[in-house]
C-alpha cells in the first residue's frame, strides 16, 4: 500500500504564504505525475499544480506567479509555496500521486488526506 501525509496548512492573511508538504511511502517503486489540487465549499474539485517525474510544471491560470510547485525525489515529497494568498485560495488542498507500485509494477493514483488552507484577516 502507498500512504500519502500532507502538511502545512492552516489561517493566513490575505498576502501572507504557506508551504504545504506531501510526503509518500510505501509500496513504491516509482512515482510519475504528482500534483495538487483543492475544493472549495459548494465547488468542484481543480488541478492547481502538476509536476511530471521529468520536473516539467504545469500551473492553474488563477495561480500562476504565485505559488510554486516542487518535488524532493529522494524523499518522495511534494511541495507547494504559495505566496501572495487571496481569499478565493480558502480550500481542502489534495495532493495526488501517481505510482507504479513495486509489488506489481502497475501505475495507479493515490491521494492525500487533505488540509486546509484558509485565507482570512
Known amino acids: 500500500q502507498v500512504q500519502l501525509v500532507e502538511s502545512g496548512g492552516g489561517l493566513v492573511q490575505p498576502g501572507g504564504s504557506l508551504r504545504l508538504s506531501c510526503a509518500a511511502s510505501?509500496?513504491?517503486?516509482?512515482?510519475?505525475?504528482m500534483g495538487w489540487y483543492r475544493q472549495a465549499p459548494g465547488k468542484q474539485r481543480e488541478l492547481v499544480a502538476l509536476?511530471?517525474?521529468?520536473?516539467?510544471?504545469n500551473y492553474a491560470d488563477s495561480v500562476k506567479g504565485r505559488f510554486t510547485i516542487s518535488r524532493e525525489y529522494a524523499k518522495n515529497t511534494l511541495y507547494l509555496q504559495m505566496n501572495s494568498l487571496k481569499h478565493e485560495d480558502t480550500a481542502v488542498y489534495y495532493c495526488?500521486?501517481?505510482?507504479?507500485?513495486?509489488?506489481?509494477?502497475?501505475?495507479?493514483?493515490?491521494w492525500g488526506q487533505g488540509t486546509q488552507v484558509t485565507v482570512s484577516s
Open positions: 509536476i511530471t517525474s521529468s520536473g516539467t510544471t
Open positions: 510505501g509500496t513504491i517503486f516509482k512515482i510519475n505525475a
Open positions: 495526488k500521486n501517481t505510482v507504479v507500485v513495486s509489488t506489481t509494477r502497475f501505475e495507479r493514483d493515490y
